[in-house]
Nanobody, 124 residues
Framework: QVRLVESGGGLVQTGGSLRLSCVVSGFNMDNYRMGWFRQAPGRERDFVAGINWRGSFTYYTDSVQGRFSISRDNAKNSVYLQMNNLKPEDTAVYYC?????????????????WGQGTQVTVSS
């Protein structure tokens, strides 16, 4: 059974930090690129960050560049999102996803598996 379980969300003040974790099971994460997306109320699920199979390449949406950092540990079947200098506009449910093949990483529809999400709320 495929599972992706996110954790690490919570309530933080502007300028604070959080580290999200996503632990996967039921498939070989080595064969998948991984991504983090977020969805605020009334909005679509938007790409935040992505990482390739070995972690040698990372990708970020412009609004988080320099503040967020994605990493992975294939031995632990885990992917992480370190979020620093958080802003109220970062408030959303954050989802971990796995994309096989060579689909476009910023396209949520291209992902094969998703977690249930973790809420991040940044107060002003």
């Amino acid at each position: 059974q495929v599972r992706l379980v996110e954790s690490g969300g919570g309530l933080v003040q502007t300028g604070g930090s959080l580290r999200l974790s996503c632990v996967v099971s039921g498939f070989n994460m080595d064969n998948y690129r991984m991504g983090w997306f977020r969805q605020a109320p009334g909005r679509e699920r938007d790409f935040v960050a992505g990482i390739n199979w070995r972690g040698s390449f990372t990708y970020y949406t412009d609004s988080v560049q320099g503040r967020f950092s994605i990493s992975r540990d294939n031995a632990k079947n885990s992917v992480y999102l370190q979020m620093n200098n958080l802003k109220p506009e970062d408030t959303a449910v954050y989802y971990c996803g796995a994309i096989g093949g060579f689909g476009y990483m910023k396209n949520a529809a291209a992902y094969d598996f998703w977690g249930q999400g973790t809420q991040v709320t940044v107060s002003s």
